[in-house]
DNA sequence: GAGATATTGGAGTATCAACTCCAAAATCGC
DNA sequence: GCGATTTTGGAGTTGATACTCCAATATCTC
């Protein structure tokens, strides 16, 4: 119902201060990240800021929502076709690609959220373990696909793999970010590829 | 040359500073942690913390050296004898009994400051980068010898094989952090030492 | 195109956080 | 014990930050 109160002009005023909320937060982390920071990004005055959100908890969440859309659907590009160990190595290579276009600075959108706001806010954590829960599934549900075709070991466990393959793949990141080199995402996820093939024999 | 200017007492209270700035640190993040905070938590005066730490980054750096050292420690009490598949799994019981003590709060002190400072403070993140090549050392040295004792496959790659072992307890510290569930962390490291069963055969 | 509503500009405020200063007290070497 | 040095107390300063307010303007609906 309030949904409909906002103007195209307004919409995209919205848009752009989330986009330059969630590039600030990301990049050099939400307490760090000023009103005034984002105000200036986005080229509005304060009184547009707080006309769209009441305060910067409301634009966390935001960040939040708009992050975990984007990475889900960077997943879904990768993973739509998750049919083999060769669709899991594009996906490979797809992060890695998008990694290193960054130099390696940033890391996971939802990994650097949650490590900034696990304990300081527990709405956000409640959130972004949402945001994780349905990546997992998004994975799950390729490794499934796999073993229905065959291509994965009857006994093996698509709930504990996708699990581990989303740690590897944010540890990797995490490993990436800190030493600058896309390697350890790379060999983490390679690692996990390898134990699925192992799994296939 | 300077470092006998420390007095007995001078010590306790700069490693009483430390202790908390730590604690808060890694708890509620660098940026949310302020001076005035790790003065209440120490219980010493503006002019007692300025006395020891020229600033706050000078505090932050005294902070990964000690959790470094932490963890390093650790790590050898964990993996000192690290001859087998066995003492993996007791390494991985003893991460996850650290971790369920917390109750899952907090994550890994060493991750949650990389992430927390990867971007905003590079002399921070080169610090925390040989952090985690000495940790990844620790492991690969461990994985050397269980390939010289033949327990692991003469072809496997014990540098590649380090690095995802620390990929999947990074990941899986931040997934149990954020799902206040031990369950991620141990499902990551016991992916990964199956993984090495495997390649054992 | 007129009126209701959404959007915008920009000055202002109260609070908080990092850091300073100087003098008093405790500690150490001899 | 005495002098030099380290350690401590606590008030104060400067700048930043989240948020407010109100009037002016643009945009939609009909």
Redesign the pocket.
């Known amino acids: 119902m309030t949904t409909q ?7 995209a ?1 919205r848009d752009r201060i989330v986009a330059a909320a969630a590039r600030l937060m990301i990049e050099q982390g939400v307490a760090r990240t ?3 920071d984002i105000q200036a990004a986005a080229g ?5 800021l ?2 769209y959100f009441p ?2 908890d409301a634009l966390v969440s935001a960040v939040i929502e708009q992050q975990t859309a984007q990475v889900l659907e960077i997943q879904h590009s990768g993973l739509g076709s998750l049919d083999s160990i060769d669709s899991l190595a594009n996906w490979r290579d797809l992060m890695v690609g998008i990694l290193t276009d960054v130099q390696c600075a940033g890391g996971c959108p939802l990994g650097s959220l949650a490590s900034d706001l696990s304990e300081s806010d527990p709405v956000a954590r409640i959130q972004l373990a949402g945001a994780f829960a349905q990546w997992e599934g998004l994975i799950r549900e390729g490794l499934v696909q796999m073993q229905e075709r065959g291509e994965l070991a009857a006994d093996a466990d698509p709930a504990e793999l996708a699990v581990a393959m989303l740690a590897a793949v944010q540890g990797g990141l995490l490993l990436s970010q800190v030493r600058r080199d896309p390697a350890p995402l790379r060999i983490a996820v390679d690692t996990m590829i390898d134990h699925l093939h192992a799994l296939t024999r």
Not at 5 to 11: I, M, S
Not at 44 to 48: I, T, Y
């Open positions: 109160r906002l103007t195209r002009k307004g919409q005023t000023t009103i005034e509005v005055s304060p009184s547009q707080y006309h305060g910067k």
